[in-house]
C-alpha cells in the first residue's frame, strides 16, 4: 500500500544517497591532489559548500515528513537516522576540505606522501570504509555495516603505527606535519564512517550498537 | 432480589505486590458462535496507563467490557477463562458482577451524561444509587471529583445546570468525574477523544497522563499517536488475537512482530 | 393535491365539532350539569365518567405501566415476545368483546350485580394494552448509552430502570397514559353490560351507574324528540372533556420542550 509518507521518504532517500556521493567524491579528489601534488582545494570547498546545503535540505525534508506523518517503528528510525548520516557525510566533506587546505598551505603542495607506505595504506582503507559506508547505506546492508569496525580498527592501528614513526624521525619538516595532521583527518573520516554503520544497523534492526 | 456476597471486596483485597492490577488468563470471548477474542493473555500493570490498538473490529472493545463484566449483559455472549484483579478472577462463581464494576469504572466512547440530571447529579450519581457512600459530605466529593477531572473550574459557578448543556469535551469529563467518585481502582477508557474536538482532545489526554498516579488505565484508541503519547505499555490485537504487547516506546520505535510494524506504520488497516 | 386530501380528512371532524357545538350548547346550564336526570340534569352522568376515568386509572395506569417497563427493560425473552404479541392483539381487541366478557365474568360471576368496579375492569383491560405499549415505546427511545453509563458505574439494573431510564422517558410516558385515558374516556361498548346506566347519582358498589357515553346513547333512542335533542348537550360535555384532556397534554408537552 503505498502511503504518502512513502513519497516524502523516497525522497528524502535520493537526497541522502547523492549526498553520499558527493562526499566521496570530495574525499577522493582531496587524497588524490595530495598524492599527486595538485591544488584541489577550489574544487574541494565548492563540494563541501553543496554538501552544507544539502544538509539542511535533508533536515527540512525530514522535519516535514516528521510532522506532516508522524511516523513511527521503521519510517521513524529511517528519518531519524538519515539526519544523522546526512550530519555525517557533511563531516566526510568538511574533513576533505581540510586535507586539501592542509596540503596547499603547509606543505606548499609537496608530494609529502613520499615513500612512507603507511600514509598510502591509510589512504586506501580510508577510501575503501567511505564507499562501504555508502554501499551499505544503499542496500541498508546491517551485515556490511558491521564489517566497518573491523576495517576501523586496522585504520587505527595504521595511525598509531605510522605516529610512532613521526615521532622517532630523525628531522622534522613541514612535509611530515602535514602528514602528520592529514592522516588525523583520514582517521576521524574513518571514525565517521562507523557512525554512519551504526546508524544504519539502527534502521535495519532498531538495535543501538557501538563500532568503535 | 438477592444480592451476592462478593468474594472480593474493596477492603479486603491485597495490593498486587508485583505491579500488575490486573491480568487476563485464557480470555475467550463470543458473541452467538462468533468468537470475537481468542486465548487473550494480557497484563495491566499498576498506575501505568495501557493502550489497547488495532484495526476494527479486532476486539478491542470486547476485550474492555470483559474486565468490567459488562460483555456479559449482550444477550447470547459467552466468556471463558479468568480475568484477575489484585489477583483474584473476577468471574469466579458466588462474584456478583455489580461489585466488580464498582472497583473497574468505564468511560465510553460518546459522552453520556444522564440526560436528566444537573452536572451536581450526575457526578453524585454513582454515590447516591450505589448506597456505597451514605452519610458522606456529597458536596466534597463532588468537588474533588470535578477537580479531579479538571471541570471544577470551568462549571463551579453553576452545577444546577443541566448535564448535557456543557460542550461534548465537558461532557466526557464529567463522565469521567462521574467514574471517579466512585473511586474506582481501575478505569476503562473506550476510545474517550473520538467524538472530541482537537482542543478537547488535548485536555482529556493531560488527564488521562494525571490519572495514572491514583488509577490503573486502560485505553482502546484506534489512533497511534494517542496510544504513543499517553500510554506506558501497548498491546496490538488482531482478528481476536493478542499479537503484540510490550512498552509503548519499543513498540512504537521498534516492533518485535512484523504484523505490529505494518498496523502502526499504517501499511495497513 | 396533498392540501385537498387534508382538507377532506378535516371536514369530517370539523363538522362533528360544528354540529355537536351548535346543538348541544343551547342545552348548557348549572341545573343540566348538576341535576339528576328526573330533574332534566346530566350531574350522574359527569359524575359517573368521573368515577370510572378515576378507577380506571387506579387499576390501568400502574399495571399498564410497569408491564410497559418490565418489556422495555426485562423483556429479552421469548416470554416477553410472546407478551408483546398479545399485548398488541389486545389494543385493538373489539370494545364489545371485552363488554361481554367483563359481564359475565365479574358482573355474574363475581359481583353479582352491575357495578362500577366492573366498568373500570372492563375499561382497564382496553387501558393497559395501550398504556403498555406507550411506555415501552418511550422506554425504548433512551439511548442505550444511558443503560450502560449506569451499569458500568455499578449500579443495579433495577435502579438504574427506576431511577435513571423511567426518568428519561417521563415525558413520553405520561403523554402517552394521559392520551389513553382521553380516549378511553369516551368507549361506550365495554361500560353498555357493566354498569348499565342510571338516572341516580352514585348509589355504591354493587349498584348500576352511569355515564356520558351511556347517556348520549339512551337520549339519542328515546322516543321523545325533546329528549333526543338534548343528547346534544350531552355530547358536547363528553367531547369536552376528551378534547380538554387532549389540549393539556400538548401544552405540557410543549412546556417541557421549552425548558
Redesign the interface.
Known amino acids: 500500500?503505498h502511503?504518502l509518507?512513502d513519497v516524502g521518504l523516497e525522497q528524502l532517500t535520493a537526497m541522502v544517497y547523492k549526498m553520499g556521493e558527493v562526499a566521496e567524491k570530495a574525499i577522493s579528489i582531496s587524497i588524490r591532489g595530495f598524492v599527486n601534488g595538485k591544488d584541489t582545494t577550489e574544487s574541494v570547498h565548492e563540494i563541501s559548500d553543496i554538501l552544507s546545503t544539502m544538509t539542511v535540505e535533508i533536515e527540512n525534508k525530514a522535519f516535514e515528513l516528521i510532522a506532516k506523518y508522524?511516523?513511527?517503528?521503521?519510517?521513524?528510525?529511517i528519518i531519524n537516522s538519515y539526519m544523522k548520516i546526512a550530519y555525517d557525510f557533511e563531516r566526510y566533506g568538511r574533513y576533505a576540505w581540510d586535507i586539501s587546505f592542509t596540503h596547499k598551505k603547509l606543505a606548499r603542495l609537496d608530494k609529502c606522501a613520499g615513500p612512507s607506505g603507511l600514509m598510502h595504506k591509510l589512504f586506501e582503507k580510508v577510501s575503501e570504509m567511505v564507499s562501504m559506508s555508502i554501499r551499505a547505506l544503499k542496500q541498508h546492508d546491517a551485515e556490511l555495516a558491521k564489517t566497518l569496525a573491523g576495517t576501523e580498527k586496522e585504520v587505527d592501528e595504521l595511525y598509531f603505527a605510522y605516529l610512532e614513526q613521526l615521532a622517532e624521525a630523525p628531522v622534522q619538516n613541514k612535509g611530515m606535519m602535514c602528514n602528520l595532521l592529514v592522516s588525523r583527518f583520514l582517521e576521524r573520516i574513518a571514525d565517521h564512517t562507523t557512525y554512519v554503520g551504526e546508524s544504519i544497523v539502527y534502521i535495519a534492526?532498531?538495535e543501538k550498537i557501538s563500532l568503535r | 432480589m438477592t444480592r451476592k456476597n462478593a468474594n472480593i471486596g474493596k477492603d479486603n483485597a491485597e495490593p498486587s505486590s508485583s505491579g500488575v492490577k490486573m491480568q487476563t488468563i485464557d480470555l475467550n470471548a463470543w458473541f452467538g458462535a462468533k468468537q470475537a477474542l481468542k486465548d487473550i493473555n494480557v497484563s495491566f500493570k499498576t498506575n501505568a496507563v495501557t493502550a489497547i490498538i488495532g484495526p476494527s473490529g479486532c476486539g478491542k472493545s470486547t476485550l474492555i467490557r470483559c474486565l468490567n463484566r459488562m460483555h456479559e449483559l449482550v444477550p447470547g455472549s459467552r466468556f471463558s477463562g479468568q480475568v484477575l484483579l489484585d489477583g483474584e478472577d473476577t468471574y469466579a462463581p458466588g462474584v456478583d458482577p455489580v461489585m466488580i464494576r464498582r472497583r473497574v469504572g468505564m468511560v465510553f466512547q460518546k459522552p453520556n451524561p444522564f440526560p436528566t440530571m444537573s452536572i451536581y447529579d450526575n457526578v453524585a450519581a454513582g454515590l447516591k444509587l450505589t448506597g456505597s457512600k451514605k452519610g458522606r459530605d456529597l458536596d466534597k466529593v463532588v468537588r474533588w471529583s470535578l477537580e479531579q477531572a479538571t471541570l471544577w473550574d470551568e462549571v463551579k459557578d453553576d452545577l444546577k445546570k443541566a448535564g448535557t448543556s456543557i460542550s461534548g469535551g465537558q461532557q466526557q469529563r464529567l463522565c469521567i468525574a462521574r467514574a471517579i467518585a466512585l473511586q474506582p481502582e481501575v478505569i476503562l477508557m473506550d476510545e474517550p477523544c473520538s467524538a472530541l474536538d482537537p482542543i478537547a482532545t488535548a485536555k482529556i489526554e493531560e488527564l488521562i497522563v494525571k490519572l495514572k498516579e491514583e488509577y490503573t488505565v486502560v485505553i482502546v484508541t484506534h489512533n497511534m499517536q494517542q496510544a504513543a503519547r499517553v500510554s506506558d505499555f501497548t498491546a496490538f490485537l488482531y482478528l481476536g488475537q493478542l499479537v503484540e504487547y510490550g512498552d509503548t516506546e519499543s513498540i512504537f520505535e521498534n516492533p518485535r512482530n512484523e504484523l505490529t510494524e505494518k498496523y502502526i506504520t499504517g501499511k495497513f488497516g | 393535491m396533498c392540501l385537498l386530501c387534508v382538507i377532506i380528512a378535516v371536514i369530517p371532524l370539523l363538522s362533528i365539532l360544528y354540529e355537536v357545538v351548535s346543538r348541544g350548547a343551547p342545552f348548557l346550564s348549572f341545573q343540566f350539569l348538576t341535576n339528576d336526570a328526573l330533574h332534566g340534569g346530566i350531574g350522574p352522568s359527569i359524575q359517573g365518567t368521573l368515577i370510572l376515568i378515576g378507577l380506571t386509572s387506579l387499576i390501568g395506569v400502574p399495571v399498564g405501566i410497569l408491564s410497559g417497563v418490565y418489556l422495555a427493560e426485562f423483556g429479552d425473552n421469548k416470554y416477553a415476545s410472546f407478551v408483546r404479541a398479545i399485548n398488541d392483539v389486545l389494543t385493538e381487541f373489539p370494545s364489545i368483546v371485552v363488554g361481554i366478557t367483563t359481564y359475565s365474568v365479574v358482573v355474574i360471576g363475581i359481583i353479582g350485580s352491575f357495578s362500577p368496579i366492573a366498568g373500570a375492569i372492563a375499561l382497564s383491560i382496553m387501558l393497559i394494552p395501550i398504556v403498555a405499549r406507550t411506555t415501552d415505546e418511550s422506554l425504548k427511545l433512551v439511548p442505550n448509552s444511558v443503560r450502560e453509563a449506569s451499569l458500568a458505574l455499578g449500579i443495579h439494573k433495577w435502579k438504574t430502570t427506576l431511577r435513571i431510564v423511567v426518568p428519561a422517558a417521563k415525558s413520553g410516558i405520561v403523554t402517552g397514559t394521559l392520551l389513553a385515558i382521553a380516549r378511553i374516556a369516551g368507549e361506550t361498548a365495554p361500560i353498555l353490560l357493566t354498569i348499565l346506566g342510571s338516572n341516580y347519582f352514585f348509589q355504591g358498589f354493587r349498584s348500576p351507574m352511569d355515564a356520558l357515553p351511556l347517556r348520549v346513547f339512551r337520549d339519542a333512542r328515546w322516543d321523545d324528540p325533546r329528549v333526543q335533542a338534548e343528547a346534544w348537550g350531552v355530547a358536547l360535555i363528553l367531547i369536552l372533556i376528551v378534547l380538554s384532556l387532549n389540549i393539556a397534554v400538548r401544552l405540557a408537552a410543549r412546556g417541557r420542550h421549552k425548558r
Open positions: 500500500m502511503r509518507l508522524q511516523p513511527v517503528a521503521t519510517d521513524l528510525r534492526t532498531g
